[in-house]
């Protein structure tokens, strides 16, 4: 703040050079507000189900809702398995 502050007082003197001796500021009654920030919000429908997304648009981060595959979820839990237990029997 103390730049923004700076830059008023010399835009309040005017001319092209200034000449300030002293700048003292004090601050009270400092609270918290909100920021608002580009925010963007989505929804789709995949197999009856309804699943939201919300994108932070100052950050790029994702939060929602996505669907699972359980199918998938197995198979990849059975590969770890079988790549385990080759790795056990081969040490």
Known sequence: MEIEI???VECKIGSDEQCID??????SDITFKHILLPVWTGAYEFKGRRYTIVVNGQSGKVCG???FSWLQIALAIL????VLGVLVSVL
Do not use: G, H
Request: glycine share 0%.
């Open 65 to 67: 809702d996505r669907p």
């Open 22 to 27: 002293s700048l003292s500021t004090s601050y």
């Open 79 to 82: 590969v770890a398995i079988v």
């Open 6 to 8: 700076r830059r008023a």
